[in-house]
């Protein structure tokens, strides 16, 4: 069975989620009013109707409800000005709670049943009682959740080591994952530094060329690995993936370059086992 549905964003560079669209006449770049586990909220519609057969819904399909009035619209700007005044009070009540935890920002729902505050931290909080002080400051329902490293430097932004802006604060809609092993495919330093981003885990632009490294190391001889040049037998010392270009030491002695098209081989230059070393570093990963 087919169902028509509109993706719905909740914040700009935010995960899209499938509604139905309920006989509706909405359009690409509508606001409309849909409830989610969070509660009742404004949403963008950032597509024309889809259609979506049932076994790929990874959810249960809710319908839109209305697209926003003007009533709407005010109150979900209203709820954006009353944020600022949420955090600095929050922040007092963090501080007069001795609470180790980073504030991130907060959300209303739509019709200000509920208060939404994320927060990032070490390990566990015991908020219990920033809960109370908060319920009796803003009369109404409270929930803090706390959230990765990640999605924190989403939050916040800044610029990456390349002098970007951040991937998740421009373009980058959804995290995926990102391993030591993706990193030592690439031939890349393992030292923390050099592949962790504002948020101290992995870069996630390790992933996006996760695909070609896999594609090259089909095609490249391993390291280490004995090749048959035009001079002669050799041992693979380097393997550049991206010029496909190959250092070898020669068994006659002294050292050279070649194309892969210039040399045979067997061993081809498979994905990368994780040393001790590599290890060591998979708190780097979330």
């Known amino acids: 069975m087919a169902y028509q549905v509109a993706l719905i964003q909740f914040e700009k560079l935010g995960k899209k ?46 319908p839109i409800l209305r697209i926003a009035t003007d009533e ?37 729902t739509l019709d ?75 031939n890349l330093s393992l030292n923390p530094s050099n592949i962790s981003g504002l948020c101290g885990k992995l870069l996630c632009c390790i992933n996006y060329e996760d695909e070609a490294y896999k594609q090259y190391r089909k095609e490249l001889p391993k390291k280490d690995s004995y090749v048959t040049t035009p001079e002669g037998r050799a041992r693979v010392t380097q393997v550049n993936f991206l010029t496909q270009i190959v250092k070898v030491d020669h068994e006659s002695g002294g050292s050279a370059f070649y194309h892969v098209s210039e040399i045979q081989f067997k061993q081809k230059a498979t994905e990368e086992e994780l040393d001790s070393n590599g290890h060591d570093l998979k708190d780097l990963e979330e």
């Open 72 to 108: 709407d619209i005010r109150m979900y700007e209203e709820n954006i000005l009353s944020e600022v005044r949420v955090m600095e009070r929050t922040s007092s009540l963090v501080k007069q709670n001795k609470l180790e935890m980073k504030l991130l920002n907060c959300e209303f």
């Open 112 to 186: 200000r049943s509920k208060l939404i505050i994320y927060f990032n931290a070490e390990g566990r909080v015991d908020f219990r009682e920033l809960v109370k002080d908060l319920a009796t400051e803003f009369h109404l329902r409270i929930e803090l959740r706390q959230v990765g490293a990640r999605d924190g430097a989403k939050v916040l932004g800044g610029i990456g080591p390349c002098g970007y802006l951040t991937c998740c604060t421009t373009f980058l809609g959804e995290f995926q994952p990102v391993s030591i092993k993706m990193a030592k495919n690439q």
């Open 17 to 62: 989620y499938h509604f139905d669209y309920n006989q509706l006449p909405i359009k690409k770049g509508d606001k409309v009013v849909v409830e989610t586990i969070r509660g009742i909220e404004l949403g963008f519609v950032v597509s024309d109707l889809l259609e979506i057969e049932e076994k790929d819904l990874v959810s249960p399909l809710k």
